[in-house]
């Protein structure tokens, strides 16, 4: 777990390098006023502490402490002393304990600091290191609240690095604990969450949670983080999730069933239920009333315009698509089924010939619980293009 911190906090962070991330709110509204004043005011001496430490910053988070110097503390000194305010040079101080070896003396210094002015980027970032080393988890997604909330530059290089913690045990409810406010980095954090497949299923527990919970996510993440569930092989945590968000259950392909798509249903949650795609120049619709799927493309163009995630069970099987060709006698669209883990076998393909058109596939019986049953639009020269309407596809055992 330590190893998964540190690489969280040592993501790069450019910003820091700029004075106006680090000092916050504390930074000197005139310098060039204030250094014409004599004997030289605190906040100058303050000024002068931050862009020599800003500069040996460099781009990695976990140079904060290397990059300081005694030069630094002699400055937060000078300029504390005149300046009960310099908040910044309190926070030099505090790193000047970390940097001999006084962790102890940091801490309560950096405490104090962040009761004293929550925005100040460089308390908040040493606490998250520190706590995370700590293995801490409570208190560091506290001071990654209060980083995010203050300095939205910081977002982007760490999110990605919380995202990858939602994989620590223990994680879950620390950071429910910040998400139940709505926080305004929250849609960020879920959206870098769908990147991070190795805390996928500790993601879906938190998102199942945050649904209790009534929390807001991102419009389109749950079908995005479904799929990417789906796609990472992780079918179990996908099939629980849907069917706590939507009620959604997969249909089943039972050996010695049958199982029929008629287009009629409305409502549920993707992958488990119909997703249509539209790319421009091809794609599909979904009409429930008129019970159809509706395929059109263009000349020259295709791709999978629909497709539904079932549960397989291994057998010899039948397909059956009734379709109307509108304005093509080619066989310009294909119904085709694949495993849904990483190897994706494509066991199954029917092609739309004609009204009925059928074809016999055969489920592999390894590692082939749930498969992808897609609708392909193939690519054609007519100028004019094509529409389909597919009204059923029946999936029967094989006689």
């Known amino acids: 777990m330590r190893k998964l911190i540190v690489w969280l906090l040592a993501l790069?962070?450019?910003?820091?390098?700029?004075?106006?991330?680090?000092?916050?709110?504390?930074?000197?509204?005139?310098?060039?006023?204030?250094?014409?004043?004599?004997?030289?005011?605190?906040?100058?001496?303050?000024?002068?502490?931050?862009?020599?430490?800003?500069?040996?910053?460099?781009?990695?988070?976990?140079?904060?402490?290397?990059?300081?110097?005694?030069?630094d503390g002699v400055l937060a000194r000078q300029a504390f002393a005149k300046e009960p305010s310099a908040y910044y040079a309190l926070s030099l101080l505090a790193l000047d304990a970390s940097a001999t070896g006084d962790a102890n003396r940091a801490r309560d210094m950096f405490a104090i600091l962040s009761e004293?002015?929550?925005?100040?980027?460089?308390?908040?970032?040493?606490?998250?290191?520190?706590?995370g080393n700590r293995e801490q988890l409570g208190p560091m997604?506290?001071?990654?609240?209060?980083?995010?909330?203050?300095?939205?530059?910081?977002r982007d290089?760490?999110?990605?690095?919380?995202?990858?913690?939602?994989?620590?045990?223990g994680a879950v409810p620390a950071i429910e604990a910040e998400l139940a406010d709505n926080p305004p980095w929250a849609w960020q954090y879920w959206w870098s969450l769908v990147r991070k497949p190795a805390a996928f299923d500790n993601g879906a527990e938190l998102r199942a949670r945050a649904h209790r919970l009534g929390l807001e996510t991102p419009p389109g993440f749950d079908r995005a983080f479904l799929f990417a569930l789906a796609e990472a092989g992780k079918l179990d945590a996908a099939q629980s999730l849907a069917a706590e968000l939507g009620d959604t259950e997969p249909l089943r392909l039972t050996s010695g069933g049958t199982l029929t798509f008629d287009f009629t249903e409305s409502g549920g949650l993707p992958p488990f239920a119909w997703d249509v795609v539209s790319e421009g120049e091809y794609g599909g619709y979904y009409d429930p009333q008129l019970g159809e799927l509706g395929i059109s493309a263009m000349a020259r163009t295709g791709g999978t315009v629909a497709q539904r995630l079932i549960a397989v069970a291994p057998g010899t099987y039948l397909m059956t698509v009734q379709a109307r060709l509108m304005n093509t006698a080619e066989a310009p669209a294909s119904v085709t089924m694949r495993c849904a883990?990483?190897?994706?076998?494509?066991?199954?393909?029917?092609?739309?010939?004609?009204?009925?058109?059928?074809?016999?596939?055969?489920?592999?019986?390894?590692?082939?619980?749930?498969?992808?049953?897609?609708?392909?639009?193939?690519?054609?020269?007519?100028?004019?293009?094509?529409?389909?309407?597919?009204?059923?596809?029946?999936?029967?055992?094989?006689?």
Request: charged share 20%; with cysteine.
């Open 341 to 399: 883990n990483r190897a994706r076998t494509q066991f199954a393909g029917v092609e739309l010939t004609e009204r009925n058109s059928s074809g016999r596939f055969t489920v592999p019986s390894d590692n082939c619980a749930f498969g992808w049953i897609e609708v392909q639009a193939e690519s054609v020269d007519d100028a004019e293009g094509y529409d389909i309407a597919v009204e059923t596809i029946r999936i029967a055992p094989a006689s």
């Open 157 to 169: 290089r760490i999110m990605p690095g919380l995202a990858d913690a939602t994989a620590i045990e």
């Open 12 to 71: 790069p962070l450019a910003a820091l390098a700029m004075s106006a991330a680090i000092g916050g709110a504390t930074k000197l509204r005139n310098p060039s006023v204030a250094e014409q004043m004599w004997p030289t005011p605190g906040l100058t001496f303050q000024k002068q502490a931050e862009t020599s430490f800003a500069s040996r910053i460099g781009d990695e988070l976990t140079q904060i402490d290397s990059a300081y110097r005694p030069e």
């Open 116 to 131: 004293l002015d929550k925005r100040q980027t460089l308390a908040n970032l040493w606490q998250l290191f520190d706590y």
């Open 141 to 154: 997604m506290r001071s990654a609240d209060q980083l995010f909330r203050s300095n939205v530059q910081a």
